[in-house]
């Protein structure tokens, strides 16, 4: 990044002011964790960052304090910020240490694992993405990140895909199912039906044995469903770099598809931060309490359709060991954690457990948006790239559990857990493969014909 890229005139100083002062007047848990933290070291014990790298910075807390200490700089807003910029009273936070800010905000992954450990509760997820938010403001969040924010309001998803593009991609996976089950199954596209499916659109593009999976689940359990051409991305970046109003903006693409079509449910796909954003941040928060459709996961619907023996599956044609990682913000923070082992178990032989799992697990490293990025932005004291820090610090955790459980198959439900777990495998040389939980169902379904 450039010297320019640091330069803060007043209009950015403005937006900094509102920022910080969202501290201040915005919810009363943040400003619980800006006085309650009581330092003693329980989140740095249970941090995958602190584990790959045991050094003062990585220490949750720590990191937390950067925000209280900007916090407690000065009662007065204007001048906590003017201090911080410089003023009269020193330079709290001068451009080093905002570079500083940027590396470790974007090491800490959001994960929250920390929350589930400390013993007031404190969750430093939510002020790290406080602390990103303060650095967005500021254009200095990941150019990654901005850019995939940029593209996705142009384009309303985060692939930069056009409507023709979108269509070419459901013909050609439709060809491909057809040539692997002998049968029609269709993804439609703008229908008016029962239910309306939202993946990320990276399970379109990237890795489209997931939604392929999926379209063969709702062909097989008989559920009338559709994708809409203007809303068939779930992803929301806003979540990961603390802009509210992207976050919003996303959203509303989802909301709007759903009235459009008439649909009586919204089924998020196997995006654990894209559910918990339509189901708890968004949704009836955003847009009304009585919104007319309800909103789900397909882990919730297939298990439902599995238990009432809507679906018929040879866990034979899937042999091989398999483990399932579990999302942070599927099961942290969204509580999806038996539903996907249900259809996990239905459709493998070898089922084999990572430890801990379900709330504990440990985070796959890539979380938080830090999956999209492999090349050196955290700028301050140039040691290692992104991809380095996410395959040697972050993700040691995630790998020393994996090779504990001697599967062959990850199955991991996220496009970032995904990418980040796949790099993994790659860069330690090892012959495991990672896909989704319905690439293993698309496998294992028997279908009529």
Known sequence: MSEEKYQINQAELDRAVKAVKAIKDGPRVLQLYMDICAKCGTCAEQCHVSHGNPIRRTNPAFRSDRVRKLYNADRSIFGKVFSVLGGNNGPVLDKDTL??????????S????????????????????????ILHVLGMSPSKMAETQEISDKFGNDEGQSYKAFLEAVRFLEEELLEEHGIPIKIPVDQQADVLFVPASADLISFPETQMGCATFFHAAGIQWTMSSEAFD?????????????MKRKNKLLH??????KVKKLIIGECGHAYRIAKYIGGANY???????????IFTVAAEALRRGALKLDSSRNPMPVSYHDPCNFARSA??????REILRACVQDYREMTPNRDLNWCCGGGGGLAVLDGFERVKKNEVTFLEYRMNVAGKKKLEQILATEAE?????CANCKRQLMQLMEYHKLDVQVGGVFDLFDKAVILQK
């Open 335 to 340: 509580g999806i954690t038996e539903e996907p």
């Open 110 to 133: 959001g994960c929250r694992r920390c929350a589930k450990f400390c013993p007031f509760g404190i969750d430093n997820s939510v002020i790290t993405r406080k602390g990103r938010a």
């Open 234 to 246: 779930g992803a929301n970046f806003g979540l990961f770099t603390g802009d509210d109003e992207h």
């Open 256 to 261: 709007v598809a759903c009235i459009k079509l």
């Open 409 to 413: 198959y990850i199955a991991a439900p």
């Open 99 to 108: 570079e500083e800010w940027v590396r470790d905000f974007y090491e800490c």
């Open 287 to 297: 847009w009304g309490k009585d919104i007319p459709y309800e909103i789900t996961n």
